[in-house]
């Protein structure tokens, strides 16, 4: 079981950046998954969940209105789209896949994680 983030970048304040996250070595489509973010000396926190359908998502409310989550599971693939970024956004972006139906916001409920991919956002 493989998650590859790719996509980050460095970009202004009020830029874009789309990251992707690629699955391989299971049915991805049966997971729950889901985009966390840790800044320097910060803990872990959740940023958004999609559902293995694709028709639910959830947002952490730092993000809402400004993200937004999607998947292809055609492709085994899911997208954060990131819009009107801030300097806070800046930090490591992990995917993660869940067996748990619920979105979880609890990294503790991801069993499948990816290796990440720095964004920082620039003022």
């Known amino acids: 079981v493989q998650l590859q983030a790719s996509g980050g970048g460095l970009v202004q304040a009020g830029g874009s950046l789309r990251l992707s996250c690629a699955a391989s070595g299971f049915g991805s489509a049966y997971y729950t998954m889901g985009w966390f973010r840790q800044a320097p000396g910060k803990e872990r926190e959740f940023v958004a969940a999609?559902?293995?359908?694709?028709?639910?998502?959830r947002y952490a409310d730092s993000v809402k209105g400004r993200f937004t989550i999607s998947r292809d599971n055609a492709k085994n693939m899911m997208y954060l789209q990131m819009d009107s970024l801030r300097p806070e956004d800046t930090a490591v972006y992990y995917c993660?896949?869940?067996?748990?139906?619920?979105?979880?916001?609890?990294?503790?409920?991801?069993?499948?994680w990816g290796q990440g991919t720095l964004v920082t956002v620039s003022s």
């Open positions: 993660a896949a869940s067996h748990v139906a619920t979105m979880s916001l609890s990294n503790y409920d991801y069993a499948y």
């Open positions: 999609i559902s293995w359908s694709g028709a639910g998502t």
